[in-house]
């Protein structure tokens, strides 16, 4: 018996409603190209809507104490932690990665649900001495109004938290756009939002493309914020458009992280840091390791452990629990990366092992991509230098600790890097000399945690961090308030 794939629907001031004109589109397993249901192929009218009702909202929500607040995001930790399993199951189902990296996108939801829920009780602003008797200064945190979240399909439940409960704690609303190839993760996130007890309109959830909805989002007069977080060339045409209007952007977009090996490295865990950062996601992650920078001391001795440890991972469905690398995410993604794998042969990288598609037997419906490593490869190939996002790495070999210093800074990007000694002069130098949002000493490129700021150097992002305390200033305004209570115009106000 073959059973109707469901029909989900957006959410808008808190009434789960069909678009205005009935379209849908389809959602895939990437796996198995099961087809998991339809979504709500949204316009502008539905946008205006969801921006309506979140206005709306807004004059409510932005009074309801904070600690209020926090209780609401405390009950969303506890319900994501009661579906933690089926979240994670319905996340490999659509998007793919293996369960046990599902769990871990739905676990840094809960995380940061409980961090977000204690931030209700502290919002810190701060006071100061001001120059004159009597009268005092303080700065506090202002919400901002409605705020838009776009967001990628990677990490489809962990980022829309990453964005959506800071903008909560702080007071604002929000109307989220989730990627089209992850919409099922979002909606289960906004239902337990609601089920966790908040108010109608303070969440809504538009589903459809980015180039009807994601546009009447950031062209919106009544959204104040957008937080964006995808490809470079998404995050920049957003900047561009949200600047006419002055709006407040956030943006977080790629990365060509570095793990660096030197010669007194432990081979043994660097081989770990490097397979799980390169290949865990299937090199999906804006945190993915994709330059490997080795010195040439050591190089042929770190390939002697490495290549048999990556040909030895399994690919297949992320819900099989021996498999390691699941499927990337669709056809577009798998030919970008093979057509990269291309270039960087005609460059004149060396093939090591993997480049090509794997689609046979029970791998037939999916997008398997061979893990794929590249050596011979100078810092200026393409494949050095652009992100592909996927499972190929490319290794570059040097003659010294500067030489790797210099390379790992000369990308557009800087978001993670990884370095392998064990020699503490060098791991300082690297603190000093790196520039990167994020660096791990002897362990990979991944693994971020939601109580430290997260986010990158140069075309990584625009200068703001999601996550931590850094994370509330992308929602919040900074008010100034001075309160004289001496009663008079004071000398040195006149003075001024
Ligand atoms: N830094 C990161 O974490 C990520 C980086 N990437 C990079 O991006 C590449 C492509 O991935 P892709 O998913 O296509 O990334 P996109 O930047 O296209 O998508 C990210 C989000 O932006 C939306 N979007 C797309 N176009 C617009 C627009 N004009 N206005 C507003 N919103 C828009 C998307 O909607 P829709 O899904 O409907 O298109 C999605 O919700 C990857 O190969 C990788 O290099 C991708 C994902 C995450
Ligand atoms: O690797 C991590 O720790 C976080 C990765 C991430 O958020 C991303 O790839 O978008």
Redesign the pocket.
């Known amino acids: 018996m073959t059973t109707a794939a469901p029909v989900f629907k957006n959410s808008i001031g808190g009434i789960w409603q069909a678009a205005h004109d009935g379209r849908t589109f389809p959602n895939y397993n990437p796996a198995t190209g099961e087809l998991l249901g339809h979504f709500p192929l949204s316009s502008s009218r539905d946008v205006d809507d969801a921006v309506n009702a979140a206005r709306l909202a807004f004059a409510r929500w932005r009074l309801v104490p904070a600690p209020r607040r926090g209780e609401i995001l405390f009950r969303v930790g506890e319900l994501l932690s009661r579906y933690k399993e089926d979240l994670a199951r319905t996340m490999t189902r659509e998007m793919g990665k293996v369960l046990n990296e599902t769990q871990g996108d739905v676990q840094e939801g809960i995380d940061m649900a409980y961090y977000m829920a204690g931030e209700g009780r502290r919002l810190f602003g701060y006071t100061v001495p001001v120059e004159l008797p009597n009268k005092s200064g303080m700065a506090l945190r202002d919400p901002i109004g409605v705020v838009a979240c ?6 489809p439940v962990a ?1 829309p938290t990453w964005k959506l409960f800071p903008a909560l704690i702080a007071g604002n609303t929000v109307v989220l ?5 992850t919409p099922h993760s979002a909606q289960r996130l906004v239902e337990i939002l609601y089920e966790a007890g908040l108010p109608e309109g303070v969440v809504n959830i538009v589903f ?4 009807e ?3 009447s ?2 062209h919106h007069p009544d959204v104040s914020v957008i937080s ?8 920049r ?2 900047a561009v458009e949200a600047a006419q209007a002055l709006k407040r952007v956030s943006l ?4 060509k992280n570095a793990v660096i090996v030197l010669e007194d490295a432990d081979l043994d865990l660097a081989v770990e840091g490097i397979l799980w950062s390169a290949y865990g996601t299937t090199g ?3 945190t993915a390791c994709s330059r490997l920078i080795v010195h040439r001391d050591v190089q042929d001795r770190l390939l002697e452990k490495l290549v048999p440890r990556i040909e030895g991972l399994r690919l297949g469905d992320g819900l099989d629990e021996q498999v390691d690398v699941g499927p990337v ?1 669709n056809a577009s ?1 798998i030919e ?1 990366i093979h057509s990269y794998v291309e270039i960087g042969a005609r460059e004149g990288a060396t093939l090591v092992t993997g480049g090509e598609r794997v689609a046979e037997g029970e791998l037939a419906n999916g997008y398997f991509y061979r893990p794929t490593l590249f050596k011979d490869v100078r810092p200026d190939m393409r494949i050095a230098q652009e ?3 996927g499972p190929v790495l490319s290794l570059i070999a040097v003659d010294s600790f500067d030489e790797a210093i210099a390379i790992n800074n000369e990308t557009k990007f800087g978001l993670s890097c990884a370095i392998y000694t064990q020699d503490i002069n060098k791991t300082q130098r690297a603190i000093r000399d790196l520039t990167t949002g994020i660096l791990y000493i002897n362990s990979g490129t991944t693994g971020a945690e939601i109580q430290l700021p997260f986010g990158g150097t140069r075309g990584t992002g625009n200068g703001h961090r999601e996550a931590g305390i850094a994370g509330l200033d992308v929602f919040t305004e900074w008010k100034v308030v001075y309160t004289d209570y001496s009663g008079k115009l004071q000398k040195a106000q006149i003075d001024n």
């Open positions: 776009i967001t990628p399909w990677n990490f980022i756009k989730p990627a089209s190839d459809g493309s980015g180039q909805v994601g546009e989002l950031i964006f977080t995808g490809s470079t060339e998404s995050g045409h957003v977080e977009m790629g990365g999906q992650r804006c995410i993604q970008k992100e592909i996002f």
